[in-house]
């Protein structure tokens, strides 16, 4: 992953690697849901790739949104994304721009190689490159010891709320 020849490298995802992001995502999701014993229908499933491929086709035209991938040969193997946002400025960070690393996925049988650390990397290094100080995301626990190796850790403070 460091660049060496023949491995497999970081590059940054593009229109036409849309489907398997999208594809990801929604692995993504189907695994940690059926870890937790949360129930989803395919007809969810369709909805949220049909969300996601619309979301990554506009933030990439716009700008706010980055995603990378790994390949090994012509299969992607892993990916993942950050998105740019607007939020409030705290008194660490004055900023209002913050980022969202989102969608980390590696194949079943490519983890535990580096890929997804190589993703984050490329994510963090983009953040930097933006002048982005806050970046958030929301960690499987397969995922979370990628994360800490980072520099994430937990936010005691945060709560979500789901409106119907």
Same mark, same amino acid.
């Given at each position: ?27 993504? !999701?189907? #695994? ?17 790739? #049909? ?8 933030? !990439?035209?716009?700008?706010? +949104? *980055?995603?990378?991938?790994? *390949? /090994? ?12 946002? /607007? ?8 900023? +209002? *721009? ?7 996925? /590696? ?5 535990? *190689?580096?890929?997804?650390? =190589? ?6 290094? !983009? +953040? ?9 995301? !929301?960690?499987?626990?397969? =995922? ?13 403070? /945060? ?6």
């Amino acid at each position: 992953m460091d660049g060496m020849i023949g491995e497999p490298a970081v590059a940054q995802a593009g229109d036409v690697d849309i489907p398997t992001l999208a594809r990801h995502h929604r692995l993504m !999701f189907e #695994e940690i849901w059926a870890k937790k014993g949360f129930p989803y229908t395919e007809e969810n499933m369709q909805a949220l790739s #049909e969300e996601y491929i619309r979301k990554l086709r506009e933030g !990439f035209r716009a700008g706010d +949104c *980055r995603a990378w991938v790994v *390949r /090994t040969g012509d299969r992607i193997v892993a990916s993942g994304a950050v998105s740019l946002v /607007t939020y409030v400025p705290v008194p660490y960070d004055p900023s +209002c *721009r913050i980022a969202f690393v989102h969608s980390i996925y /590696t194949e079943k049988e490519d983890r535990h *190689r580096g890929y997804a650390d =190589g993703v984050v990397k490329a994510a963090l290094q !983009f +953040c930097k490159g933006k002048g982005i100080h806050r970046v958030y995301l !929301f960690a499987s626990e397969d =995922g979370r010891p990628v994360y800490v190796k980072n520099g994430f850790g937990p936010v005691d403070n /945060t709560m979500l709320a789901f409106l119907k």
